[in-house]
């Protein structure tokens, strides 16, 4: 509300179609972070009223809930931010480098980096014999 009534009001001369389509994006984010969110926290009930699930915690740590909040907190100081200036809308290119730097850390950097498996239950005898088969098949 306070972004539309700055910029309807003290910078009308300045508005543009990327004004109101930048506006309409944080709209659009807000509703789908608090969507997932309720999602995410919507008890579930069985036939006599006895509570089956609570749902998530929103204020767990390193939790989806989090990284939604991160996100509104993003786009709301963005859209103060803008106020000012639109290249303000820029940062926002920061929500997509934190996704790709949490899939990295979390997922595919251990799964690159990972040492391959061992079998320990192989006996050194059978060890040296495997070594052997393969270095003649390398001749």
Same mark, same amino acid.
């Given at each position: 509300?306070?972004?539309?009534? &700055?910029? #309807? $009001? #003290? !910078? +009308?001369?300045? &508005?543009? !179609?990327?004004?109101?389509?930048?506006? /309409? $994006?944080?709209? &659009?984010? +807000?509703? $789908?972070? +608090? @969507?997932?969110?309720?999602?995410? /926290?919507?008890? &579930? !009930?069985?036939?006599?009223?006895?509570?089956?699930?609570?749902g998530i915690d929103l204020?767990?740590?390193?939790g989806m809930a989090e990284h939604l909040k991160d996100v509104i907190l993003l786009t709301a100081i963005l859209q103060v931010l803008s106020c000012l200036s639109m290249y303000f809308w820029y940062l926002w290119?920061? /929500?997509?480098? @934190?996704? #790709? +730097?949490? #899939?990295?850390?979390? !997922?595919?950097?251990?799964w690159f980096t990972a040492e391959p498996p061992t079998n320990p239950d192989i006996s050194e005898k059978k060890q040296r014999r495997q070594e052997r088969r393969q270095i003649r098949k390398l001749q």
């Open positions: 509300a306070i972004y539309g009534a &700055v910029n #309807l $009001f #003290l !910078f +009308y001369s300045s &508005v543009t !179609f990327w004004t109101w389509g930048l506006l /309409a $994006f944080a709209l &659009v984010v +807000y509703s $789908f972070s +608090y @969507r997932w969110m309720q999602g995410m /926290a919507h008890p &579930v !009930f069985s036939q006599d009223n006895a509570l089956l699930d609570g204020n767990m740590e390193q290119f920061l /929500a997509p480098g @934190r996704a #790709l +730097y949490l #899939l990295w850390v979390n !997922f595919l950097g251990p």
